[in-house]
Structures are given as structure tokens and as C-alpha cells.
């Protein structure tokens, strides 16, 4: 049970929410907060004085005064009309993130919501309920307004839900037999469900928590390359790193000696002609370590924005004032979003790299598209045509969304983040890397194999013993995609830095 309130969220929290289902609870001391501010709420009402967004319209439509008898209607509407996303529904773990973010910001206190309306987002989480939030429709400010609004919608009896099996179908009946009556929004509430930015944030942290244990795969794919051009181990030297001391270069370099340590292909070739190894060989542990850094940076940012209060106008209990503000605005998020996006993409046109070198028998001295009979077979000829697309089509993705801005709501919101393209971008070239990786991991494995040399080192070894139990050695073409997607699969669920984690201890990242 996750409790809410008393502590600062971090990325491992909302990863086990939204992936393990752990069920949360609100705290005592939240709750008290939410009842102090919403006691400003009611006493702005009694006075009748104009307060955005609680009896006023929204946007431009915000000089318009709406007579109490409509305030209820006002919130109900509000979501209802901004439910307008389009596309592919998130999955059900980005679904309960944004949820549970949603939860997080509002039990802070500042948003003059009701403990009641806070506790129906509970129920979603801990009954498994699974509001159909559209993956498109956002640009970032103010906030997520569309996605927010297809979840707070749920809890009116409106929308749709996912079942169990996967079928979309309506909310009321689905609530009903849970167990779940809907709720009657009061003012302001309405507004303070759907105005922050849970989506991209719930899409950004997701999407951190699988890249971070990536990149320490990243290294492995790197390390597995060495071995297979016969590279020197010479360029991860400490002093190397300890004279341009960034943190990530130094995590790699200690990365890639502990996966090689011990090989006897290395240093059966330490005698070689060969004074220095290409980039792509050389430079793993400035370019992988650069994108390690950004990493650091940008979970440090979206750790941040999970933890704070994005809605508008806000709720200040102490005092009693309630004001106006633009913390529903997703730059912060929107920036790293599209660093990771750089970031990522550098880990697969580097990994390219080394795949293209490991099937170029000029560079490699080892068969000519890593098969024993080149001619009557193509062998790995076609990996690194898909390798060279993914990474080509990472280049467009990576164009940061974040420069563009269009106005919106008659011009009141003129400049908005994208922050959620952002996010969605970033998930979608983290997805491109992985296969790029797992292609290179393939050469890499295939190249090994051919070499009589001597074994590769212990952590190598370890990983390509766990390659060869997913993907037999390629000896005549065979269909090739299954084969990138075993991979990747075992890329994603970390059985081969398992493998490498057991045999030599933690990677660095």
C-alpha cells in the first residue's frame, strides 16, 4: 500500500502503481488539507465576488459571471466539452500513472477539491478501472486539459472504460457494478481535475524508468561489439575519465571493463597493429555517458513536476487567497522531454554504428555480413538496413516539439508547450532504440560466435550464453524479424542485463 501525502512521490513509486498495481491510500494529513482549502472555495462563493473558474467561464469565455443555480452544470460541462482527444488510447499503465499523479498534485491542498472527488480517483486506482483516455489532444497548456478530462469524466458516469478484456464500453453501468456511484462535481472542482499536466508527466515517467535500466544495456550491446571487432579496452582507462570527470562518461568506462574483464579475445589481439579503434568503439563511454547525464537531468526535472501543483487559479489555505497563475503550463516537462528524445537517439545511431562495422568484413575481419556462406545467404545484411530506418526516423521524431507553439482559446492561451507530443515522442524513439539495440546485440552475438580466439569476458560471456538460450547462431537466412523481437523482449523485460547483473554485480547508470 503506497500512502499519499506524507512523502515526496519518486519514479519507482509510480512505476509500481502503475505496473504492479499496488494500491494507495490518502493520508490523514492530506485530507485535512484538501478540507482546509476548500473552505476558502465556499467562502468565496457565499461572497459572490468573481474568481476564475469557480463562478466564472473558462479561457476567454472567463469575464462571463455564472449565476449560482448553474455552478454545478458549469464543472459538469467543462468536462464533458473538453473531452476531445483523438487517436490510440493510452495503455493501462500510463492510465493509472496519470491518475495517480492526478492524485498527488490535488492532495497538496491548493486546489480547493473536495477529499470526496479525490477519493473516487482511489477507487479507480485500487478497483482496477481503467478510464479510455485518447492519446492525442493536448498541447501542453493549459495543462492536459483533454486527457484529464476523458478520466475525470468516469467519475461523473460519462465516457468509456476499458474491461478486463480489452473491450472499450461505457462508464455508468461498468461503475455501477463495481460498486461505484458517480459524483456530483461542486465548483471550482471540475477545473481542478483536468487543469496540470499528469499526462505528459505520467508519459515522461514511465518512459524514464524504462530508459534508465536501458542504457546500462546500452553499455552491454557496446561491450558486446568490442569483443566481436576485437577492440582494446584501452580507451575505458579511469585516468581517462577521472581528467574529464562527467559522471555518466565515468559509469560507462567502469561499465565496460567490469563486462570485459577477463577476455581472452582481447587479450589474445592486445598485440594487434591496430593503434586505436573507430568512434563508434572508442567514444562509447563520452556518448553513452552524455545521454546517462541528460537522463539524470531530465528525471531530476519530471521528479519535480510529479510533485507539484499544477492547477489554476490556486487555493492559498493560509491566507485565504485565491489566485491566478500558470503552473498548468508544461515547459519544464516539455524541454527534458525533448533532451531525452536527443538523448535516446544518440544510444541508437551510435549502436548503428557498431552494427554496421560488425557486418562490413573490410572493418570487421570477421565473414562478410556475418555468414559463413556469403552469396547463396545475405545474413545480417538486412538488420542493419532496418537499424539505419530506425535511427533515420529518430532523427525526425527528436525535432524538438517543444519550439512550436500555436494559440489557442481565441488567443487568451497564445503560447502553449506541446509538452505531451514531447512525452508520446519520446516513449516512441525509447521503443526504436530498443529494437536498434537488439539488432546490434544480434551482430554482436553472431560475431562472437565466430571467433576461435578465446571466450569474450565474464559479463560478455554471461549475456551472450543468455542471447544463445532466446536466438540460435544464423546459419542459413531465416525470417529475422522474430528473432529482433526476442530480443528487444529481453531487452525490455532486463533478462539479459540480469544475466550480466548476476555474473559481475550492479552496472553502473
Request: glycine content about 8%; some cysteine; hydrophobic content about 45%.
Amino acid at each position: 500500500m503506497l500512502i499519499l501525502g506524507d512523502k515526496l512521490l519518486i519514479i519507482n513509486d509510480v512505476m509500481r502503481v502503475a505496473r504492479e498495481r499496488e494500491r494507495v491510500k490518502i493520508s490523514d494529513e492530506a485530507i485535512k488539507r484538501m478540507e482546509q482549502s476548500r473552505v476558502w472555495v465556499d467562502k468565496v462563493l457565499d461572497s459572490g465576488k468573481p474568481v476564475y473558474g469557480i463562478n466564472t467561464g473558462f479561457g476567454e469565455l472567463s469575464n462571463i459571471l455564472v449565476p449560482r443555480e448553474r455552478w454545478e452544470h458549469l464543472q459538469r460541462n467543462l468536462i464533458l466539452s473538453h473531452c476531445t482527444g483523438v487517436g490510440e488510447r493510452f495503455p493501462e499503465d500510463i492510465c493509472r500513472a496519470i491518475i495517480l499523479l492526478r492524485i498527488n498534485s490535488l492532495i497538496a491542498g491548493y486546489s480547493g477539491i473536495r477529499p470526496k472527488t479525490v477519493q473516487q480517483l482511489v477507487l479507480l486506482l485500487n478497483k482496477d478501472i481503467y478510464p479510455v483516455i485518447p492519446c492525442k489532444g493536448s498541447v501542453g497548456s493549459s495543462g492536459d486539459l483533454a486527457p484529464l478530462s476523458h478520466m475525470a469524466a468516469v467519475l461523473l458516469g460519462e465516457g468509456m472504460v476499458v474491461t478486463s478484456e480489452g473491450k472499450e464500453v461505457p462508464s455508468a453501468p461498468f461503475l455501477e457494478d463495481a460498486g461505484i456511484k458517480p459524483i456530483e462535481l461542486e465548483a471550482k472542482e471540475g477545473l481542478a481535475l483536468i487543469n496540470g499536466t499528469q499526462a505528459m508527466t505520467a508519459v515522461a515517467a514511465l518512459t524514464l524508468y524504462d530508459a534508465r535500466n536501458f542504457m546500462k544495456t546500452a553499455d552491454i550491446a557496446a561491450a558486446l561489439s568490442l569483443e566481436a571487432l576485437h577492440g582494446t579496452r584501452t580507451a575505458f582507462d579511469e585516468r581517462i575519465a577521472m581528467i574529464r570527470p562527467h559522471k555518466g562518461q565515468g559509469d560507462t568506462a567502469k561499465n565496460i571493463l567490469a563486462l570485459t574483464q577477463g577476455s581472452e579475445i582481447m587479450e589474445h589481439h592486445a598485440d594487434c597493429e591496430k593503434v586505436q579503434d573507430a568512434y563508434s568503439l572508442r567514444c562509447v563511454s563520452q556518448v553513452h555517458g552524455a545521454s546517462k547525464d541528460a537522463l539524470s537531468h531530465v528525471i531530476q526535472t519530471v521528479e519535480t513536476e510529479m510533485n507539484s501543483v499544477t492547477d489554476n487559479p490556486l487555493v492559498m489555505a493560509d491566507t485565504g487567497e485565491i489566485i491566478s497563475g500558470g503552473n498548468f503550463h508544461g515547459q519544464p516537462v516539455a524541454l527534458v522531454m525533448d533532451f531525452l528524445k536527443i538523448a535516446l537517439s544518440e544510444l541508437g545511431n551510435i549502436s548503428e554504428r557498431r552494427t554496421s562495422r560488425l557486418v562490413d568484413s573490410k572493418l570487421s575481419d570477421l565473414p562478410a555480413f556475418l555468414t559463413a556462406y556469403p552469396g547463396v545467404n545475405s545474413g545480417f545484411m538486412i538488420l542493419q538496413y532496418t537499424a539505419a530506418s530506425l535511427v533515420s526516423e529518430n532523427k525526425v521524431l527528436a525535432h524538438p516539439a517543444s519550439v512550436d507553439s500555436i494559440p489557442t482559446s481565441a488567443n487568451q492561451e497564445d503560447h502553449v508547450s506541446m509538452g505531451t507530443i514531447a512525452a508520446r515522442q519520446a516513449r516512441e524513439v525509447l521503443d526504436n532504440v530498443q529494437y536498434v539495440l537488439a539488432i546490434e546485440i544480434l551482430a554482436a552475438a553472431q560475431g562472437i560466435d565466430f571467433i576461435k580466439s578465446g571466450a569474450p569476458g565474464k559479463g560478455t560471456s554471461a549475456v551472450h550464453k543468455a542471447v544463445r538460450k532466446i536466438v540460435t547462431h544464423l546459419d542459413d537466412d531465416r525470417v529475422l524479424s522474430p528473432d529482433i523481437l526476442a530480443i528487444r523482449n529481453a531487452i525490455r523485460d532486463e533478462s539479459l542485463l540480469n544475466a550480466a547483473e548476476v555474473t559481475i554485480g550492479k552496472l553502473l547508470i
